[in-house]
C-alpha cells in the first residue's frame, strides 16, 4: 500500500513539475517571441521613418529647386525680356511707319512672352502657393493653360472652400501640376477639367483628360508621367491617391485628403 501511495506520490510530483517547467518554457518562449515582434515592428518604423524623412528632404529639395528657377526666371529672364521690349518701343521712334508696325507686333509677342513667363514663375513658387491657396492657385494655372491655347481646361469648386495646412496646400498642387503637364505633353488631350470636392472633413479631388491614355500597369510609365512621385507627395500629407488609364479612354486622377 505504502509503495502504491509513493508511486502515485512521485507520478504526481513529476507531473506538477513538468507542467511547471512547460509552463515556465511557454511562458519564456511568449516573453521572447513579444520581444521579437517589437523588435521587428521598431525596425520596419524605423525604416519608414527613415524612407519618409528622404522623401521629405527630396520634397524640400525639389521646392528650393524650383523656387530658385521661379526667382531666375522673374529677375533674370524677365528683366532681359523687360529691357528688349523698351529699347524696341525706342527704336519705333523715328521709323517709317510699315517698319513701326512690324516692331510693334514683334514687341507685343515679347510683352506676352514676359507675361506668360511671369505667370510660369508664380506657379513654381512656393511661397506664391501659400500665400494664393490651393484654389486660387489652381485657378491662375488653368486660366494660364487657356491662354496659352493648347487645351481647353476647367475647374469645378464644390461646396465651401475650407484652408487646408500650408504643406497639405503645397504638395496638392504640386501632384495636380505633375498630373496637368503629363496631359500637355503626352495625353494629346484637347479637355483637362479639375474639380474640388469640399465635404465636411475631407477633400476630394479628381481631375480628367480625353487624351490618348496608357497602360498605367507598365512599370516604365511610374517614373516617366511622375506617379511615383505623386504617391510619395501624397504619403507624406495621408493623401490616397488612385490613377486610372486605358488606351484612347483618357487618363484620371482621384485624390482624398483629410481636413
Known amino acids: 500500500m505504502n509503495n502504491i501511495q509513493e508511486i502515485d506520490i512521485l507520478i504526481i510530483v513529476t507531473t506538477s513539475v513538468l507542467l511547471i517547467l512547460s509552463f515556465t518554457v511557454v511562458i519564456f518562449f511568449l516573453y521572447f517571441q513579444k520581444k521579437k515582434i517589437a523588435f521587428i515592428l ?14 521629405k528632404s527630396k520634397m524640400e529639395i ?42 510693334a507686333e514683334t514687341s507685343e509677342i515679347i ?3 514676359l507675361q506668360e ?22 485657378t491662375i494655372e488653368i486660366e ?4 496659352l491655347k493648347i487645351i481647353d481646361a476647367s475647374l469645378k469648386i464644390i461646396n465651401e472652400p475650407f484652408n487646408l495646412s500650408n504643406e497639405k496646400e503645397i504638395i ?8 496637368c503637364n503629363n496631359s500637355l505633353k503626352y495625353s494629346k488631350a484637347k479637355n483637362l477639367d479639375i474639380s474640388l470636392n469640399f465635404n465636411s472633413n475631407s477633400l476630394m479631388i479628381t481631375a480628367k483628360d480625353n487624351g ?19 504617391k510619395s507627395r501624397g504619403k507624406l500629407i495621408g493623401a490616397d491617391i488612385h ?15 483629410l481636413k
Open 212 to 230: 490618348v491614355g496608357f497602360n498605367v500597369n507598365a512599370t516604365e510609365n511610374y517614373t516617366g508621367i511622375g506617379l511615383l512621385s505623386m
Open 62 to 103: 525639389q521646392e528650393q529647386a524650383l523656387q530658385n528657377i521661379s526667382w531666375e526666371i522673374h529677375d533674370n529672364v524677365g528683366q532681359l525680356l523687360s529691357v528688349a521690349k523698351m529699347q524696341l518701343n525706342i527704336l519705333q521712334i523715328g521709323l517709317p511707319e510699315n517698319q513701326q508696325e512690324k516692331l
Open 172 to 179: 496638392l498642387f504640386r501632384i495636380l501640376q505633375e498630373f
Open 144 to 147: 494660364r493653360f487657356n491662354r
Open 42 to 55: 521598431n525596425e520596419r518604423e524605423t525604416q519608414l521613418r527613415f524612407e519618409e524623412e528622404i522623401t
Open 117 to 138: 513667363l511671369r505667370g510660369l514663375a508664380k506657379s513654381l513658387n512656393p511661397e506664391t502657393i501659400k500665400n494664393n491657396g490651393l484654389v486660387d492657385s489652381l
Open 111 to 113: 510683352g506676352k512672352s
Open 243 to 257: 490613377l486610372e488609364s486605358s488606351a484612347n479612354k483618357g487618363t484620371k486622377l482621384y485624390i482624398s485628403c
